[in-house]
């Protein structure tokens, strides 16, 4: 069963309306979709995958090999002949991108081209955010006054970027896990994968379903959070990434997030009377920072029990 594939650039043309439909049904019935013709420049997506591809292969590729603590575990679970499956870690380097932490200085173009790619990712999450606050019913950026603390010119809203690459697990590929299973904290994400090297699924009525590789498309996924400002409308879907014996697969993925100080609760004009008199059935309102500390915790369990858990400490 493919992922929904939608052309973003129909948004602004005769097929405003079915659009629109389109994205409604990938934000209610999957939590997963594909955009292509999304806006953002070809040139630029080709330049991301240079640099970020040197980057590691310059800078952290033997590193892993040489000393990661997947790799170390992954050696003595061999050595010992056994025949469990290493649990509690993914086979994954992985580094950060904010506007606050020290990017890449050995890779030549990396930070200028980072820096460009974030800032058209950060504009059309915006643009995806007023589709679903109109989708929704819901006043013009709303979603995004929300994420901001309440402040609808603000920018307090945390946007990173993480850089991930899956490296081959020749012969052990079955005794590894590339990124357990989860649901994603913040808000929207924006995924730039490999065009080549798969191994990306979502759990889809109760079977886990490939993300089908398309060169140049940004897979979009909505997390927690706008499960709750929705009201549940929208959920936030499982997903892992499986280790793959061949090929290196590249995985770049961006988070549109609430501010830590930011109050997240179902808007209002989605809440049903009954919700509002008998709350405990209903979403909790609580801080998105509480929130993140209970999931540092729990990133690879239910999501539930987090909202349970922010809902007793408000």
């Known amino acids: 069963m493919p992922i929904p594939v939608i052309d973003f650039s129909k948004l602004d043309g005769e097929e ?11 934000c209610e019935q999957w939590g997963f979709f594909q955009l292509v013709n999304h806006g953002i420049p070809v ?4 330049r991301v995958k240079k640099v970020t ?17 997947p790799v170390k575990l992954l050696k003595e679970l061999i050595d010992k002949k056994s025949d469990e499956k290493l649990e509690n870690v993914d086979w994954e380097d992985v580094f950060l991108l904010t506007n606050d932490n020290e990017w890449s200085p050995k890779t030549p173009g990396f930070k200028e081209t980072m820096t460009e ?15 679903m606050d109109e989708n929704l019913g819901l006043q013009k950026g709303y979603i995004k006054k929300m994420f901001n603390g309440g402040d609808t010119y603000g920018e307090n809203a945390f946007f990173g970027t993480k850089v991930s690459h899956y490296p081959p697990c020749l012969d052990h590929s079955d005794k590894v896990t590339g990124l357990r299973a989860h649901t994603d904290a913040g808000g929207i994400i924006l995924l730039f994968q490999d065009d080549e090297v ?21 897979c979009i ?26 090929g290196t697969r590249r995985s770049i993925a961006s988070f549109y ?17 009954e919700n509002k008199l008998v709350n405990q059935f209903g979403y909790p309102k609580f801080l998105f920072g509480d929130y993140m500390s209970v999931y540092t915790e729990q990133k690879f369990m239910s999501k539930e029990p987090r909202f349970q858990a922010v809902r007793a400490a408000h």
């Open 257 to 273: 997030n609430p501010s830590y100080n930011a109050i997240i609760e179902p808007a209002t004009e989605l809440v049903q009377k």
């Open 221 to 246: 996924n909505t997390g927690d959070q706008i499960e709750v400002l929705s009201n549940g409308r929208y959920k936030s879907v499982w997903h892992r990434v499986q280790a793959m014996p061949k």
């Open 117 to 131: 790619y974030r800032a058209e990712l950060k504009k059309l999450a915006e643009k995806l955010m007023e589709v």
């Open 43 to 46: 040139e630029l997506l080709e």
């Open 53 to 69: 591809t040197e980057c590691y292969k310059v800078e952290r590729e033997g590193e892993f090999f040489k000393s990661s603590t």
């Open 198 to 218: 798969g191994g990306l699924e979502i759990l889809k009525d109760g079977e886990w379903t490939d993300v089908q590789p398309i060169p140049n498309a940004i």
């Open 16 to 26: 405003r309306d079915k659009t629109m439909a389109r994205i409604a049904n990938g």
